[in-house]
C-alpha cells in the first residue's frame, strides 16, 4: 500500500515563506512524477507544481509561477514545495501526489493523471 505523507503547512503571515514535504512509502513504489496540488474552501482542487523523471524537470502553475520552487529526490521518492511571498490566496488545503506514468508539460498538471494522494496540509496565510 502506498502513502504519502505531507508536513510543514501552518499559518503564516502575508508575505512569509512556508516549505512543505512529501514523503511516499510503500512496497514497490514507484513514480514518473510527483506535484502538489491545492483546494481552498469552496474552489476546485487545482494545480501547483510537479517534478517528474527522468531528468528532475519541474512544471508550474501560472498562479504561482515564481514565488514557488518544488524539488525533490527520486530515489528518496520525496518531494518538497518552497513558497514564498505568500497571499491570503494562497490560504488552501495542500495535497501531495504521485503518479505512475509519464507526463510532460502541462499533461503533468492534469490532477486526472495522479494515481496516489497524500491526505492534505492546512497552510493558512493572514492578511
Known amino acids: 500500500q502506498v502513502q504519502l505523507i505531507e508536513s510543514g503547512g501552518g499559518l503564516v503571515q502575508a508575505g512569509g515563506s512556508l516549505r512543505l514535504s512529501c514523503a511516499a512509502s510503500?512496497?514497490?513504489?514507484?513514480?514518473?512524477?510527483m506535484g502538489w496540488f491545492r483546494q481552498a474552501p469552496g474552489s476546485e482542487r487545482e494545480f501547483v507544481a510537479a517534478?517528474?523523471?527522468?531528468?528532475?524537470?519541474?512544471v508550474y502553475a501560472d498562479s504561482t509561477k515564481g514565488r514557488v520552487t518544488i524539488s525533490g529526490d527520486n530515489a528518496k521518492n520525496t518531494v518538497y514545495l518552497q513558497m514564498n511571498s505568500l497571499k491570503a490566496e494562497d490560504t488552501a488545503v495542500y495535497y501531495c501526489?504521485?503518479?505512475?506514468?509519464?507526463?510532460?508539460?502541462?499533461?503533468?498538471?492534469?490532477?486526472?493523471?495522479?494515481?496516489?494522494w497524500g491526505q492534505g496540509t492546512q497552510v493558512t496565510v493572514s492578511s
Open positions: 517534478l517528474r523523471w527522468p531528468g528532475n524537470r519541474t
Open positions: 501526489a504521485a503518479r505512475k506514468n509519464y507526463c510532460s508539460g502541462s499533461g503533468c498538471g492534469d490532477l486526472q493523471g495522479y494515481d496516489y
Open positions: 510503500g512496497r514497490a513504489f514507484s513514480s514518473y512524477a
